[in-house]
């Protein structure tokens, strides 16, 4: 193992590694843009949960993005707090998020952000780097990974060599490898034809079952049909917090009934 590993491992030493909740309290967010300053994200609350997957929806620079960037530590709140299980993040330092990012976080963008100069296989092995696994181990998972999401033929290739749903796909895959709780998916089908925007959605109302899955879309049809909570957004603040499809499991049911409780948000 690495010193990166290291690290990884003695800052999750703290708290849980596997995260089930994932809580935002009063949540705020400015950012200074001249002289003045935008108040992206108002005081917002939410809670997320295992096995949720949800889809944020709302006009542009509504905060979306910044809510999820705030959610995966690539940016940092105000005010407010971020629970991952029962454990706050206020105190946490860099290399807190860093741990928190690496070990619990998928990402998965619109516009897959992939190395162009590198193979499928290496492009998702990268996502190990700061994992402390050997090389072998490491190119054993990516395959695996990539297999999972029915790439294993396209190992060798480079990214634009392949579509657009197969290029999504190997991000998904480099987003999955680590066996992250969280995927965050910022637009994962703002940049695909509807066929393959629902072969991508497949895959991850599948990743969805073990994990917490947080989607920002523009695709209304799309929110509706793959998710089990929508939340949308208007001017930084929530407008409103509901599940889209009945048939919910036993599992679900406390927090449905939570969620309609407003005094609870
Ligand atoms: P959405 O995802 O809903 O389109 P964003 O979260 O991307 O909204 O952005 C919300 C607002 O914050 C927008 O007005 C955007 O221009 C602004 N914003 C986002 N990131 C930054 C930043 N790093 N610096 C300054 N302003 C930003």
């Known amino acids: 193992m690495n010193n990166s590993g290291?690290?990884?491992?003695?800052?999750?030493?703290?708290?849980?590694?596997?995260?089930?909740?994932?809580?935002?309290?009063?949540?705020?967010?400015?950012?200074?843009?001249?002289?003045?300053?935008?108040?992206?994200?108002?005081?917002?609350?939410?809670?997320?949960?295992?096995?949720?997957?949800v889809s944020i929806l709302g006009p542009s620079g509504s905060g979306k993005t910044t809510l999820l960037n705030l959610i995966g530590g690539l940016d940092h709140y105000d005010s407010g707090d971020l629970i991952i299980n029962s454990h706050s993040t206020k105190h946490f330092k860099d290399r807190d998020w860093d741990a928190y990012r690496n070990r619990s976080v998928g990402f998965v963008f619109q516009n897959y952000n992939l190395i162009s100069h590198q193979s499928v296989l290496q492009n998702v092995e990268i996502a190990m780097t700061l994992s402390g696994v050997s090389s072998d181990e490491r190119k054993e998972r990516a395959t695996k990974a990539l297999t999972d999401v029915g790439l294993a033929d396209q190992i060798g290739k480079r990214p634009n060599q392949l579509s657009g749903g197969q290029m999504q796909r190997?991000?998904?895959?480099?987003a999955l490898v680590n066996n992250?709780?969280?995927?965050?998916?910022?637009?994962?089908?703002?940049?695909?034809?509807?066929?393959?925007?629902?072969?991508?959605m497949d895959i991850l109302r599948d990743v969805a079952k073990t994990r917490l899955v947080i989607m920002v879309t523009h695709n209304e049809d799309i929110a509706l049909e793959y998710s089990s909570r929508i939340i949308r957004f208007l001017d930084g603040a929530i407008q409103s917090d509901s599940h889209p499809i009945e048939e919910k499991t036993e599992a679900d049911a406390p927090i449905k009934q939570k969620k309609r409780d407003k005094t609870s948000m």
């Open 6 to 53: 290291l690290v990884i491992v003695q800052e999750l030493k703290g708290f849980d590694v596997t995260v089930g909740k994932l809580k935002l309290v009063d949540i705020d967010k400015s950012y200074r843009t001249g002289g003045s300053y935008l108040n992206v994200l108002k005081k917002i609350s939410l809670e997320f949960r295992k096995n949720e997957f």
């Open 170 to 174: 190997v991000a998904i895959a480099r």
């Open 180 to 200: 992250p709780d969280i995927i965050l998916a910022d637009e994962p089908t703002g940049a695909l034809d509807s066929k393959t925007s629902e072969q991508v």
